[in-house]
């Protein structure tokens, strides 16, 4: 059983890029949700992807979007880039079913640094 | 106010000893509460979860929730150097359970 995957580790943007990130869920989890994690603080809830439709969304502004393939592998976008949006973003999967907590399953997250 | 509180530490102990990790909340309908471990800039691991009241073991850790006070508490037993993270509480909101975490406690355990 492979676990979560981002891909890229670490990236450089400036101000103003867009940004495309990425992961790949563990298997049998059809739900996606991705975080945002400033330093030194707790992850913040950008939004959910479940059976590639969007799930909810926390207080993140329209210029984060999103997406998931049929094969539950997700997509985070950012346009216009601010010096804020520096954070580790996390992907987290899981498989909600009858009675579960829906555990959340993380991947190790992509860096991003805006300049 | 924020709907779940951590106190951020750094938290020292020496090896061995009996460690004391908490978070308060704030809203009475969250029921659902969990206990992640995160390393340097490493994604965050699930340790254990909880659900309601009361107290969960899993080997040296135990979990515990009190809905009465919105206090929930995390116990290292003989703690070790691998110990050393920071520590994120965590609880769900809404119907897709989204995540509401803490700020994270960073315990450092000295050898």
């Known amino acids: 059983e492979t676990g979560v995957t981002q891909?890229?580790?670490?990236?450089?943007?400036?101000?103003?890029?867009q940004v495309t990130l990425r992961c790949s869920s563990q298997s049998g989890h059809n739900t996606v949700s991705w975080y945002q994690q400033a330093l030194g603080q707790g992850p913040q809830f950008i939004f959910q992807?479940?059976?590639?439709e969007e799930n909810g969304r926390g207080n993140f502004p329209p210029r984060f979007s999103g997406l998931q393939f049929p094969n539950y592998s997700s997509e985070l976008n950012?346009?216009?880039l601010e010096l804020d949006d520096s954070a580790l973003y996390l992907c987290a999967s899981s498989f909600p079913s009858s009675g579960s907590t829906y555990e959340q399953y993380f991947g190790p997250g992509t860096r991003?640094?805006?300049t | 106010q924020?709907?779940?509180?951590?106190?951020?530490?750094?938290?020292?102990?020496?090896?061995?000893?009996i460690v004391s990790?908490?978070?308060?909340?704030?809203?009475?309908a969250f029921q659902y509460f969990m206990w992640y471990r995160?390393?340097?800039r490493k994604g965050p691991e699930l340790l254990m979860y909880?659900?309601?009241?009361?107290?969960?073991?899993?080997?040296?850790f135990t979990a515990q929730v009190d809905k009465s006070s919105k206090y929930i508490s995390l116990f290292i037993r003989d703690s070790q150097p691998s110990d050393s993270a920071t520590y994120l509480c965590a609880t769900t909101k809404g119907s897709n359970y989204q995540l509401i975490w803490g700020a994270g406690t960073k315990l450092i355990i000295k050898p």
């Open chain 1, 7 to 17: 891909s890229p580790t670490h990236l450089i943007k400036t101000r103003g890029q």
């Open chain 1, 49 to 52: 992807y479940y059976r590639e």
């Open chain 1, 78 to 80: 950012v346009n216009a």
């Open chain 1, 112 to 114: 991003l640094t805006v």
């Open chain 2, 2 to 17: 924020k709907e779940v509180e951590q106190d951020p530490g750094p938290l020292s102990v020496p090896e061995g000893a």
């Open chain 2, 21 to 28: 990790l908490n978070c308060t909340y704030s809203n009475s």
């Open chain 2, 38 to 40: 995160q390393y340097s």
């Open chain 2, 50 to 60: 909880t659900y309601s009241s009361g107290n969960k073991e899993d080997g040296r």
